[in-house]
């Protein structure tokens, strides 16, 4: 990968090309500032291209036998693989993630093609039972045409991977709009991958530019027969209402105000130790973040403590370095939406600033924050930071009902009693909800339901209390 082909151009019906436009921006070193790749603009010139390409190769890519997709898809797998360290360090450079962030992205991405290619050759379909004697009736899988897909910047390959895998596997073809701000891992790789492995011309497709110019084009186009997108959830909604008056299908997933209650017999050093990937994984850039922490009175202070002596202990700089724990912020408008939009205006209402509220640049120091209540933005938003807000309430009724009512993916629930954190778990209205741990991920590779004609509905409660950045004897995590 010394020399990349994808270095500043498209990759539309199996060809590197510059963008209509002509135009390239800049990617940076999220750490340093330093230039390491370009990205062509493209627009809805390219968008219409790559959509007609994709458009005239799936039928062809469907005809071919479940074993001859599997195949391609082993060999973009083999390529990711045999660029391993490469694609770590890049995506360390790209995002601004620790090195344990960037193992975990390329790796989830390559097991998402090995998972995908096998699904393709195990089931096409099921024997139902019959509604009437002497019938027979039978599902079968097909494939839902032409995929637009729209991924974020904080896990750019594993998040269009888990869209791009199954999908390509099942048959569908696809147009990929990576984000601006981590266009490389997010998009020119995977074409990379997609050109060794040999793939047919136009079964896939990448357009990389900006949200208005090559975004919201692809993901208003009326070629397409889904929208895939991850991301804000004003985007989302405006994306969902495009496409209402046709009725296109889309898929979206949404940020969320994700809460982490400890009941009054939780376990507080273990609470502790998870609140800090629960928040801080990633400088708490993840849509499955905790937002808000739902402490009751009873363990607050011990809480209290046993988060501030984690969070003070970790090491915040430039993750090539190998000795942090945390790296920058992605952009100076997200470091300053953190800064000036949460954590400021908090305090400016009444919550205590224990430790953090800094930044040097884009690196941010994780920050904990008390005394915050429902009327402030540390509890109303979502925060995409490092930083750990503390509402502390009298009881367990209050904390059910005080978690509710905001768009919530993941919560988690500490208490030492495993049937009532099961009981709180099934009164929370989240996706998934964990007890006693965080960010968990069972199944997440698991897509291909969604890509096929068949509806899926995942909710997914586990139980398991396994130790996370257990503090050390100097603290640190």
């Known amino acids: 990968m010394t020399s990349r082909p994808a270095?500043?151009?498209?990759?539309i019906d199996g060809v590197w090309r510059p963008s209509a436009s002509g135009k390239v921006g800049d990617v940076e070193e999220k750490a340093t500032g330093a230039r390491i790749g370009g990205y062509a603009l493209g627009d809805h010139r390219d968008v219409e291209q790559a959509v007609v390409a994709a458009r005239a190769a799936q039928p062809g890519w469907a005809g071919l036998a479940a074993p001859e997709r599997a195949a391609?898809?082993?060999?973009?797998?083999?390529?990711?693989?045999?660029?391993?360290e490469e694609l770590v360090t890049l995506s360390m450079r790209e995002t601004g993630g620790?090195?344990?962030?960037?193992?975990?992205?390329v790796s989830t991405g390559i097991r998402q093609l090995d998972i995908s290619a096998v699904q393709a050759t195990e089931n096409a379909g099921e024997i139902l039972p019959p509604y009437k004697a002497g019938k027979l009736s039978l599902s079968r899988v097909v494939p839902l045409g032409v995929i637009g897909l729209i991924t974020p910047w904080n896990y750019p390959l594993n998040l269009a991977m888990r869209a791009v895998a199954p999908g390509l596997a099942f048959g569908n073809t696809i147009v990929l709009k990576p984000a601006e701000l981590s266009p490389i891992i997010g998009g020119?790789?995977?074409?990379?991958?997609?050109?060794h492995a040999g793939l047919p011309p136009g079964v896939f497709n990448v357009v990389t530019g900006d949200g208005p110019e090559a975004g919201w084009p692809l993901a208003t186009h009326p070629g397409l027969d889904l929208v895939d997108f991850t991301g804000s959830r004003s985007v989302g909604l405006a994306i969902a209402a495009a496409a209402a008056p046709s009725l296109r299908p889309i898929r979206v997933e949404l940020g969320g105000d994700n809460a982490f209650l400890v009941l009054d017999d939780a376990d507080v050093e273990?609470?502790?130790?998870?609140?800090?990937?629960?928040?801080?994984?990633?400088?708490?850039?993840?849509?499955?973040?905790?937002?808000?922490?739902?402490?009751v009175r009873d363990v607050a202070e011990a809480y209290v403590a046993a988060v501030t002596q984690r969070v003070e202990a970790l090491r915040v700089g430039d993750p090539m370095s190998g000795e942090v724990e945390l790296g920058p912020l992605i952009s100076t408008a997200q470091r300053d939406r953190v800064h000036r939009e949460i954590v400021e205006p908090s305090v400016a209402m009444?919550?205590?600033?224990?430790?953090?509220?800094?930044?040097?640049?884009?690196?941010?120091?994780p920050t904990v924050l008390t005394g915050v209540t429902p009327e402030m933005p540390a509890f109303t938003e979502e925060i995409f930071g490092p930083v750990i807000p503390i509402t502390v309430v009298d009881d367990e009724e209050e904390a059910v009902a005080l978690t509710n009512g905001y768009p919530m993916l993941m919560n988690s629930v500490f208490t030492a009693d495993l049937m009532r954190g099961m009981r709180v778990a099934e009164r929370l209205r989240a996706g998934e909800v964990h007890v006693n741990d965080a960010h968990a991920r069972h199944g997440a590779e698991n897509q291909?339901?969604?890509f096929t004609r068949r509806q899926w509905i995942g909710v997914q409660r586990t139980p398991l209390a396994l130790p996370a950045w257990t503090a050390d004897p100097a603290g640190r995590a």
């Open 448 to 450: 291909m339901p969604g």
């Open 7 to 11: 270095d500043s151009r498209l990759y």
């Open 350 to 365: 009444g919550a205590e600033l224990v430790t953090g509220g800094t930044y040097e640049g884009l690196f941010y120091r």
């Open 270 to 295: 273990l609470a502790a130790s998870h609140a800090m990937i629960a928040s801080l994984e990633f400088q708490g850039q993840t849509c499955i973040s905790s937002s808000r922490h739902i402490v």
């Open 188 to 195: 020119q790789v995977l074409a990379e991958a997609a050109d």
């Open 98 to 105: 620790v090195r344990a962030k960037g193992e975990d992205e």
């Open 72 to 84: 391609y898809l082993k060999k973009m797998a083999d390529y990711l693989r045999a660029h391993y």
